[in-house]
Nanobody, 128 residues
Framework: QVQLVESGGGFVQPGGSLRLSCTGP????????IGWFRQAPGKEREGVSC????????YYADSVKGRFTISRDSAKNTVSLQMNGLKPEDTAVYYC?????????????????????WGPGTQVTVSA
């Protein structure tokens, strides 16, 4: 029943930064583990990051570790993904998703079956 909306995507140069946000206008995101995924044309959907419910442990794909940071702002009912040092290979549509109720972040992160609600996605393009 959770409906999510992503924002913050755009066009940036290599090495630049973007901050993506995921909100649930009518639902409390603190109740859910929230994951970020991305999908580039011709590629499978990839799990990027996940934060456990209640602002707990965080997890990252090896491809983004050290460059991306996931966090919660409970007052704003928002989960953000700060993306630094962006590379052309980061170009994709980015989606946030809520795990099924009371479920934790999955291992591996790309297990999209662990997530029951998704946003429509926001485009991130990294190019000179």
């Amino acid at each position: 029943q959770v409906q999510l909306v992503e924002s913050g995507g755009g066009f940036v140069q290599p090495g630049g930064s973007l901050r993506l946000s995921c909100t649930g206008p009518e639902f409390n995101l603190d109740y859910y583990a929230i994951g970020w995924f991305r999908q580039a044309p011709g590629k499978e959907r990839e799990g990027v990051s996940c934060i456990n419910r209640g602002g707990g442990s965080t997890y990252y794909a090896d491809s983004v570790k050290g460059r991306f940071t996931i966090s919660r702002d409970s007052a704003k009912n928002t989960v953000s993904l700060q993306m630094n040092g962006l590379k052309p290979e980061d170009t994709a549509v980015y989606y946030c998703a809520a795990a099924y109720y009371e479920k934790s972040c999955p291992e591996p992160l790309s297990n999209a079956g662990a997530f029951g609600s998704w946003g429509p996605g926001t485009q991130v393009t990294v190019s000179a």
